[in-house]
């Protein structure tokens, strides 16, 4: 047993050898491959429906300079939603509950949607700073005001998919701990205890997904204010 409940949440090693490169690779085999038969099977089916809809969904109210993005969001929903689904199965780690990891994901991609931006159409990027008809004692305030929540994005980005995945895991744990112990002890607060983990666990199951859709969503959406 981990000798506290963060251990769960620690790179794991092997022979001094990081395993999280790993933990990151192997997800990837688990897709279907492409084909070259006219019909595909029920799995590649699907994953094409998956991708056809959730690309159409996220890059309609886009402009066709952010669609070339397409590609590159829809890996990046894939890959988040694999890593965490796979975190909730036992005996696996989650790379996802990583916030330094997570920054890797947010910082590139929010400062390449602002680059854009700033080469594309520099007068209305820097429009967004100051809110018209601003009353002048307000405008150097509102100016540092809004800088300050720019910057602050990819941070909102990392923090909120690590805290959602962190939070699940810990009350996961939390729970089925408290029903291992009440279970000699209390057998029917024990069940109930279990029962509330399994629905715990398939409202983890949703939140794994969701994160991942509001992760890409916001950058579609940083993307949409800058092309």
Do not use: C
Not at 21 to 42: E, V
Not at 104 to 118: E, Q, R
Not at 119 to 130: G, K, S
Not at 136 to 159: K, N, Q, Y
């Amino acid at each position: 047993m981990a000798l506290n409940f963060f251990d769960q949440f620690m790179s794991p090693t092997l022979f001094g050898v990081p395993l999280i490169a790993l933990a990151l690779t192997l997800p990837w085999i688990l897709f279907p491959k492409p084909s070259s038969r006219w019909l595909n099977n029920r799995m590649l089916a699907l994953q094409s429906w998956f991708i056809n809809g959730f690309t159409q969904q996220i890059f309609q109210p886009i402009n066709l300079g952010g669609h070339k993005w397409a590609a590159l969001l829809t890996s990046l929903m894939i890959f988040l939603i694999t890593i965490n689904m796979l975190g909730l199965l036992p005996y696996t780690f989650t790379p996802t509950t990583q916030l330094s990891m997570n920054m890797a994901f947010a910082v590139p991609l929010w400062l390449a949607t602002v680059i854009i931006g700033m080469r594309n159409q520099p007068t209305h990027a820097l429009a967004h700073l100051l809110p018209e008809g601003t009353p002048t004692p307000l405008i150097p305030i509102l100016i540092m005001i809004e800088t300050i929540s720019l910057f602050i994005r990819p941070l909102a980005l990392g923090v909120r998919l690590t805290a959602n995945l962190t939070a699940g895991h810990l009350l996961i744990q939390l729970i089925a701990t408290a029903a291992l112990v009440l279970l000699p002890l209390m057998p029917t607060v024990a069940i109930l205890t279990g029962t509330l983990l399994l629905m715990l666990t398939l409202l983890e199951v949703a939140v794994a997904m969701i994160q991942a859709y509001v992760f890409v969503l916001l950058l579609s959406l940083y993307l949409q204010e800058n092309v």
